[in-house]
């Protein structure tokens, strides 16, 4: 992976909520949710808007930390994403990086060392999460009803 690459949320598949420091993430096909705190957290509500660089100098400057320090965690951490079917590659990026851009990440100050982004993995509300009808979306995102039966004549 280089540095220049982008990446995107997979679709409407994936959806995912923020709550202060941490992100749960969950996969609507296979109802497996997914947990991330900390740098990881940054690194996530990033992914749509800037390149795999952008992200690295801000955490190596806010955090004091080598570029060779961040670099390769993050790589790792976005490749492990990447792996879950959480995130794609992205031909450009979704809105463009910048100084007006603020994300719950940008918004807090960096609190102490640079710690390596980890992905937290849950399977154990599989069967209800895939029960749950919310689930079923079309291509914009909305749940869909499921088809009524023809009237019995």
Request: hydrophobic residues 40%.
């Amino acid at each position: 992976m280089a540095l220049s690459a982008c990446f995107r949320v997979t679709g409407p598949k994936i959806v995912h909520e923020v709550f202060d420091d941490e992100v749960v993430i969950i996969n609507l096909d296979t109802g497996t949710y997914y947990s991330v705190e900390g740098v990881a957290a940054e690194v996530w509500t990033r992914i749509d808007g800037e390149t795999v660089q952008d992200i690295v100098d801000d955490l190596s400057s806010r955090y004091g930390t080598p570029e060779q320090g961040v670099a390769p965690s993050v790589m790792r951490f976005l490749n492990e994403l990447q792996t879950e079917g959480l995130i794609v590659p992205a031909e450009t990026l979704s809105e463009p990086a910048g100084e007006g851009r603020t994300t719950p990440a940008q918004a807090r100050p960096s609190n102490g060392q640079f710690q390596a982004p980890v992905l937290r993995k849950f399977d154990d509300m599989q069967e209800l999460l895939l029960l749950d009808p919310i689930h079923d979306f079309d291509d914009a995102g909305w749940p869909i009803a499921k088809p009524a039966d023809p009237p019995q004549k």
